[in-house]
C-alpha cells in the first residue's frame, strides 16, 4: 500500500505544479470538517445532539466492538479465540440486524430450505 500512496502523492504534487488546483472554490478557506456530509440532513441535528453528548450511534458502536474483536481474535489463543471468533459472530448478526436483516432474512431461509431437503431425504431413506 506504501507504493500506492508515493504514487498518488507524486501525482498531487505534480498536478499542484501545473495549477491545476489552482481557482477551486473555497481556495485559501479552512475546510470545514465537522459537517458530515455522509449524513442525510434529516439525521444531522440528531447525530450532532449525540456527539455532543459523547454518545454514538448503534451502528458506530457495533463497529468499533467488530473492530476490537477482530484485533482481539488476531493475538488471542485456545479457548480465548474461539470465545472472541463467537462474539464476533454475534456482534456481525447485531450489524445486519441494525442494518434492517435483509441478509439474515435470506440466509434464515436458506437454512430452512437445507435442514428440509436433509429432513424429506433422511424420510425417504427409513
Same mark, same amino acid.
Do not use: W
Given at each position: 500500500?506504501?507504493?500506492?500512496?508515493?504514487?498518488?502523492?507524486?501525482?498531487?504534487?505534480?498536478?499542484?505544479?501545473?495549477?491545476?488546483?489552482?481557482?477551486?472554490?473555497?481556495?485559501?478557506?479552512?475546510?470545514?470538517?465537522? &459537517?458530515?456530509?455522509?449524513?442525510? *440532513?434529516?439525521l !444531522? /441535528? $440528531?447525530?450532532?445532539?449525540?456527539k455532543? %453528548?459523547?454518545?454514538?450511534?448503534?451502528?458506530?458502536?457495533?463497529?468499533? &466492538?467488530?473492530?476490537?474483536?477482530? *484485533?482481539?481474535? !488476531? /493475538? $488471542?489463543?485456545?479457548?480465548?479465540?474461539? %470465545?472472541?471468533?463467537?462474539?464476533?459472530?454475534?456482534?456481525?448478526?447485531c450489524?445486519?440486524?441494525?442494518?434492517?436483516?435483509?441478509?439474515?432474512? $435470506?440466509?434464515?431461509?436458506?437454512?430452512?430450505?437445507?435442514?428440509?431437503?436433509?429432513?424429506?431425504?433422511?424420510?425417504?431413506?427409513?
Amino acid at each position: 500500500m506504501q507504493i500506492l500512496d508515493m504514487l498518488a502523492e507524486q501525482r498531487i504534487l505534480e498536478a499542484i505544479e501545473r495549477g491545476e488546483f489552482d481557482g477551486l472554490p473555497g481556495s485559501g478557506r479552512p475546510l470545514d470538517l465537522d &459537517e458530515d456530509m455522509t449524513v442525510p *440532513e434529516e439525521l !444531522r /441535528v $440528531a447525530y450532532r445532539i449525540l456527539k455532543n %453528548a459523547g454518545l454514538l450511534p448503534r451502528e458506530v458502536e457495533l463497529r468499533r &466492538e467488530i473492530h476490537d474483536t477482530r *484485533e482481539l481474535i !488476531r /493475538v $488471542a489463543t485456545g479457548a480465548a479465540s474461539g %470465545a472472541a471468533g463467537r462474539r464476533l459472530q454475534y456482534l456481525l448478526m447485531c450489524l445486519e440486524m441494525q442494518r434492517g436483516g435483509e441478509g439474515l432474512a $435470506a440466509a434464515a431461509e436458506t437454512y430452512l430450505t437445507q435442514v428440509g431437503e436433509r429432513m424429506d431425504r433422511a424420510g425417504s431413506a427409513c
